[in-house]
């Protein structure tokens, strides 16, 4: 009888415990725009939902806290995260720091892969938009920022867009919700791969950073009619 060959390390994964999957389900519909920004959060409700006790349920929320996605306030109970529009004005010059900084570097250490990898990205935003699919178009447009900082080649840039992306993604999905804001975006990443094409490259860097900026007047224009940031 043959020998069971033994498992080399790694191929076995380990099982996602409950509280990482509720983890992951809380995030994924806050950075969806289904839970609003400064929502209140139930134990009890969340825990009802999804016919778990509330132990994993109060873990998850903790542990989303330290991603920035939720607020806990003693005595009061736990918020999806939210924003005034100073601090949001605050969060957009910061995320223009790290992002134009990465385009420099990524236009240094690989501008062709990065060309090939923004256009193909856009062009599937533009189809995603064409679908009205904008729960695609969403994940896509932070893929094509995602590329910039993984193309510039520095973990240091990397890191610190990463412990931001999950906050991007929630504010994207709540200021996207706007028509012209998504034709606006939509336009200005086309811009930028035009502007890298034609070796116009302190223009796309300009548009770059006018294209996050405008997040923060966007934010604040719904701020101002009234919207529900919470």
């Known amino acids: 009888m043959a020998k069971a060959k033994p498992l080399r390390a790694g191929t076995i994964e380990r099982p996602k415990s409950l509280t990482e999957l509720v983890k992951e389900h809380i ?9 609003k920004l400064g929502e209140a959060l139930s134990e009890n ?8 006790s509330k132990t994993p349920v109060r873990e998850a929320l903790l542990q989303l806290k330290l991603e920035g996605l939720v607020d806990i306030q003693p005595q009061r109970g ?4 939210t924003m005034n529009p100073k ?5 957009c010059e910061y995320r223009i720091i790290l992002e134009t900084a990465a385009l420099r570097s990524a236009i240094e250490n ?16 533009v189809k995603a938009l064409e679908e009205n699919d904008l729960s695609s178009y969403r994940r896509i447009d932070t893929d094509y920022h995602r590329q910039i900082l993984q193309r510039a080649q520095n973990s240091y840039l ?4 990463s412990q931001l992306e999950m906050k991007i993604q929630a504010l994207r999905a709540h200021v996207t919700q706007r028509d012209r804001s ?16 034609a070796n116009e490259k302190a223009k ?26 919470g």
Request: zero cysteines; aromatic letters at 4%.
């Open 110 to 125: 690989d501008e062709p892969g990065l060309l090939v990898a923004l256009e193909q990205r856009a062009k599937k935003m």
């Open 78 to 81: 736990s918020f999806v995260f």
């Open 87 to 91: 601090e949001m004005e605050e969060f």
């Open 27 to 35: 995030r994924t519909r806050i950075i969806d725009g289904e839970l």
């Open 204 to 229: 796309a860097l300009t548009v770059l950073g006018g294209h996050i900026r405008a997040a923060s007047r966007d934010f604040r224009a719904l701020s101002e009619e009234g919207g529900d940031l």
């Open 158 to 161: 990397l890191n610190a867009h």
């Open 182 to 197: 998504i034709e606006v975006s939509l336009a200005e990443h086309l811009s930028i791969v035009k502007l890298l094409k």
């Open 45 to 52: 409700v969340l825990a009802a939902q999804l016919g778990i």
